[in-house]
């Protein structure tokens, strides 16, 4: 069937809104089936290809939940899910939700790392939720099922499983303090460790969500988030469904070959006017459109109320890129809407009043770092953007080591507490007793708070300790990123011991020349970048282009990379030293 042929779901509908007022999620997913709203997919060029209201999705989710009650599967056994942005996944997810199992969404395969490298990421998240079943889009079989063999858990196409009888059963009736999925925070330091959440839970945070953000009628979300993270699945699938919105999807590969298609489906779908990314997804946009001129004849962004932006650092310079890009297409910086959150409080702890734009605030080095330097030299200044309010019911402290609450503008460990704090980590007492406290969450996150707003600084455990001086990973990578031709991600920053005993800082960048004096004039230059931060020496390797590693959801991890380089599995490339 052609795009004109067919005829995505509205923004309006006579069914009155109810933002995530349900005590379970299937109860969410019963009212939503009441309207004519729903989930619509595009192609790789974003094109419609498949409309699928939420009606057709209970139902279909009906058959899913019966089918694998006749499988065997019972109310709180997993079944781990791949996922795939498409309407089998939503079906799926929905139905286990039914059953009364809990849906574990895992990773498609990514550029990075390779058949092998997939085969084992699965195996582990497998065998630390335990699936009794692994389902699976079928061009990925192979490799899914060697994941699955290595865990011992039973393995099925999608298309497979569809075959097999769907005989009406008995569902389990859902409770509120249920746990309703799994949840694997790509970006935690103790992955794989899955975050169990319950309904109540989830409700909570997507009511929350809605209500910071003021949803409001005819609106309309567009994403090509992925959903097996906690930002594409909550924030641009469930928030969705609990708060009957019409969504359009481009799966994230998509978006990877044609970035500028997210806008185009943004500027195309009247009422597009909710959608979020990662600071790279805004980065590479602004870098495409840079030669090109006709951004007010092909877009209109216009009526894009709520540019949601969260997932990782965010980088005023490449916000204001990208309004610099977009001005003339309508956008506005106002409706960057910076927030903070984790897996394990299930998404949002904070969002930015809507309309307040990105606002920083500049903040010495010194501070940051927690020590005074050599105060004769001028001063360094570092861009810290405000991550917004609690949403409701979440309560944000930043505490001292020694655990004491810090006053405003005082550096500290952000913790939070509320209703949508996590459960538990499945099956892991002790990584569940280390960050949870009385209640309240360690999230791991280092920050201050200022008049009841949250300022982000980094994550503690990959501080840079040097010297007992600290220094912040992302400002080494962004100073040598800013260097020609680097793009966000080329770089990773860490510590290491030298030959001599003694930490360095160490820094892993791709390498795209391949003139041998051009290199070795690189690395003089990065070595330069980085001793002006750090006033250090450093380690400086060159890398093949697409080695470093990346989570799930395609952020750097230092840890990985670090792990790779001193184990020798991420060879660098050879330089001659400078004459």
């Not at 939420?54 to 791949?82: F, T």
């Not at 460790?193 to 003021?214: E, F, I, K």
């Not at 650092?313 to 903070?340: C, E, H, L, W």
Request: net charge negative; charged share 20%.
């Amino acid at each position: 069937m052609t795009d004109a042929a067919l005829t995505p779901t509205p923004n309006d509908c006579p069914l009155p809104r109810k933002r995530a007022d349900f005590a379970t999620f299937g109860e969410a997913i019963d009212y939503a089936a009441q309207s004519r709203k729903g989930l619509n997919f595009h192609d790789m060029r974003g094109n419609l290809a498949h409309v699928y209201p939420y009606s057709e999705m209970r139902e279909d989710a009906i058959v899913m939940a019966n089918r694998l009650v006749a499988y065997g599967i019972k109310k709180g056994d997993r079944v781990a899910l791949i996922a795939e942005t498409c309407a089998e996944f939503a079906a799926l997810f929905c139905g286990a939700v039914y059953a009364g199992a809990w849906p574990v969404p895992l990773p498609l395969p990514t550029g990075f790392g390779g058949k092998e490298g997939y085969i084992d990421q699965l195996a582990v998240q497998l065998n630390s939720s335990d699936p009794h079943l692994l389902l699976y889009p079928e061009e990925i079989a192979e490799m899914a099922g060697a994941a699955a063999k290595m865990q011992g858990c039973d393995a099925l196409s999608w298309q497979d499983f569809a075959m097999n009888d769907a005989p009406d059963a008995e569902l389990p009736e859902l409770q509120p303090d249920d746990i309703c999925y799994l949840q694997y925070s790509s970006g935690s330091t103790r992955f794989p460790t899955g975050v169990a959440v319950t309904h109540r839970a989830l409700l909570h945070n997507l009511y929350g969500h809605s209500t910071s953000m003021d949803l409001r009628d005819n609106e309309r979300c567009v994403s090509w988030l992925p959903w097996y993270h906690d930002m594409g699945l909550v924030g641009c699938l469930l928030s969705l469904i609990a708060n009957q919105v019409s969504g359009d999807y481009l799966k994230p590969d998509a978006f990877a070959r044609r970035p500028l298609a997210w806008l185009d489906l943004i500027s195309r779908n009247s009422g597009g006017t909710l959608s979020y990314s990662p600071t790279f997804g805004y980065d590479i946009c602004a870098r495409r459109i840079s030669s090109q001129s006709n951004v007010a004849e092909r877009f209109d962004l216009s009526r894009w109320r709520i540019a949601g932006n969260g997932a990782d650092m965010i980088r005023p310079d490449v916000m204001q890129s990208f309004v610099n890009a977009f001005a003339d297409a309508g956008f506005k910086a106002s409706s960057f809407t910076p927030s903070y959150g984790l897996a394990e409080a299930v998404l949002g702890v904070t969002v930015m009043p809507p309309g307040e734009g990105i606002r920083v605030e500049l903040v010495e080095e010194e501070l940051l770092s927690g020590t005074r330097g050599d105060l004769s030299r001028p001063a360094r200044y570092r861009a810290i953007v405000n991550c917004g309010k609690p949403i409701p019911d979440m309560q944000v402290e930043i505490r001292s080591e020694d655990g004491s609450t810090r006053d405003d503008h005082q550096i500290g460990k952000v913790w939070c507490y509320g209703p949508s704090v996590m459960h538990s980590y499945f099956r892991n007492e002790e990584a569940t007793e280390d960050c949870l406290v009385d209640g309240w969450l360690d999230t791991g996150d280092m920050g201050y708070m200022a008049d009841g707003y949250l300022f982000i600084v980094g994550r503690a455990k990959d501080m840079i300790i040097i010297n007992g001086k600290n220094h912040w990973p992302q400002d080494i990578e962004w100073a040598v990123e800013q260097l020609p031709g680097f793009n966000h991600g080329d770089v990773a920053a860490f510590s290491m011991e030298t030959p001599s005993g003694e930490e360095a800082p160490a820094v892993l960048v791709h390498c795209r020349i391949s003139d041998p004096e051009e290199r070795s004039k690189l690395r003089g230059q990065i070595r330069d970048k980085v001793s002006s931060i750090t006033g250090m020496n450093c380690v400086v390797e060159l890398v093949p282009p697409r080695t470093l590693p990346r989570t799930s959801s395609g952020k750097l991890s230092r840890a990985k990379a670090k792990k790779l380089y001193l184990s020798g599995e991420i060879e660098p490339i050879q330089v001659m030293e400078a004459a």
